[in-house]
């Protein structure tokens, strides 16, 4: 079975749970929790499963989600109505918006992918896990009393409240192609967490809008967390030898200086060529780099997923990130098992399906070297300010 072995010595736990795959956002809604299931799908025929300690992931209760949430928030997301097309939509909390809709078990989707990230974070505060693996969470959006871009309940800030716990200073890294900036809010006034999110930043149309090289957290004497948000804008059609690049040179320069105790790593797929709302030309192997770049520096790792919106390709990039995450990346056939539910969707011209190889139009590069080097020494003037 494709030469997958337990890691000696090596824990990685994968949290995960079918009930979450089964909701649905709506007819043209790009955000398809179904891609989870493509993913698993090949994850477990590949045999991986064997190699990792796997749960099912729990409903996270009120209390935890109100670490960071409000309460009148999740009181009103817990008893929010399915909407009729013709309703009146009031949008409090910006619920029922067309991005973030209400939906048959809303709450329990939320609940179940937060639960999922906090147990996460909980095997590795606990030394149960070395890599912690929940690819249901990543909603980066969401904010303190307001859903945002797909995402109502902010699972990623859930997580490092708990590695806090135990944790002096946590790394969160974001490759997403979107600004991850209900993350970068939540830790703005805090010099324990640094945040990293390197996105398509065109100014003002590309969602969120922000997250431009100079925004570096609230610049005063009083606030510790000056300078620990660290931004990478980015244009269309970046390529893996400039992604990787600039993710190691960056990522290594922040553990350098900020020297984390854990890492938080947000895989948005979205950030893949052919990418249904993404515009980058990353490959599964450059976006796989990144994840074995986090790997390599052996501190504790929570992996979990994001955007992602042509199903295929999310299924393949967090199928050979959970490879990469046992480490057995190397021994596994390119060639997608015969018997790996949902095969066909994987099929593309004539060839054999593969777990690597995407498909989607190359887009022109509109990043310059120059523009990739200048991002370099911007941050690495920033970081001097970092004092630990
Ligand atoms: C319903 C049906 C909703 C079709 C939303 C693309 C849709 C989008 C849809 C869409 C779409 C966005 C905006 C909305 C500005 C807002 C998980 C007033 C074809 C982490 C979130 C992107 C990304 C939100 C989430 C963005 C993540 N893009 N079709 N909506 N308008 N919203 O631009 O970072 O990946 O696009
Ligand atoms: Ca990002
Ligand atoms: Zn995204």
Redesign the pocket.
């Known amino acids: 079975m494709n030469g997958i072995v337990r890691p000696k010595g090596y824990n990685v736990s994968w949290h995960s749970n079918p009930d979450i795959e089964k909701h649905h956002f ?1 007819h ?4 398809k929790p179904w891609r989870l299931t493509l993913a698993k799908g090949l994850i477990m025929s590949y045999g991986m499963h064997t190699a990792m300690d796997t749960y099912v992931s729990r409903m996270a209760t009120r209390e935890e989600l109100e670490d960071f949430h409000s309460a009148e928030y999740m009181e009103y997301l817990k008893t929010a109505k399915v909407a009729l097309p013709d309703d009146d939509n009031p949008k409090e909390f910006n619920l029922g918006s ?2 973030c809709p209400i939906f048959e078990g809303l709450f329990n989707y939320c609940s179940m992918y937060a639960g999922a990230s906090i147990d996460a974070a909980r095997k590795l505060c606990n030394e149960e896990a070395d890599i912690a693996i929940n690819w249901s969470g ?4 969401a904010k303190k009393a307001e859903s945002s ?3 109502y309940v902010n699972d990623i800030v859930l997580a490092i409240l708990q590695l806090l716990r135990k944790h002096p200073r946590v790394l969160y890294i974001d490759i ?1 192609v ?1 600004h991850g900036d209900g993350v970068e809010e939540a830790f703005w006034s805090t010099d324990r967490v640094m945040t990293l999110s390197i996105h398509k930043y065109d100014g003002y149309q590309f ?1 969120p809008g922000t997250g431009d090289l100079d925004r570096t957290g609230p610049d005063s004497e009083e606030n510790p967390g000056a300078h620990h948000a660290i931004n990478v804008p980015l244009a269309d059609g970046i390529d893996d030898e400039q992604y990787v690049w600039l993710f190691k040179t960056i990522v290594g320069m922040c553990v350098d200086r900020f020297r984390p105790t854990a890492i938080v790593l947000q895989c ?1 797929a ?1 950030s893949l060529a052919g990418d ?2 993404g515009r980058f030309n990353v490959q599964v192997q450059g976006h796989g780099a990144c994840v074995a770049y986090c790997k390599s520096l052996n501190i504790p790792l929570l992996l979990v997923g ?2 992602g919106y042509t199903p295929r390709n999310v299924a393949r990039a967090w199928a050979h990130e959970t490879s990469i995450a046992i480490g057995c990346d190397a021994n596994l056939n390119p060639i997608i098992p015969a018997h790996t539910p949902y095969r066909s969707h994987f099929r593309h011209d004539t060839i054999f399906p593969t777990l690597d190889q995407i498909l989607g139009e190359p887009r022109p590069n509109k990043n310059p070297d120059k523009k990739i080097r200048e991002i370099v020494a911007s941050i690495t003037e920033q970081l001097r300010f970092v004092n630990m």
């Open positions: 709506g043209a809604h790009p955000m067309s991005d990543g909603l980066h959006h871009g797909f995402c997403d979107h969602f948005g979205d249904r709302l994001g955007g």
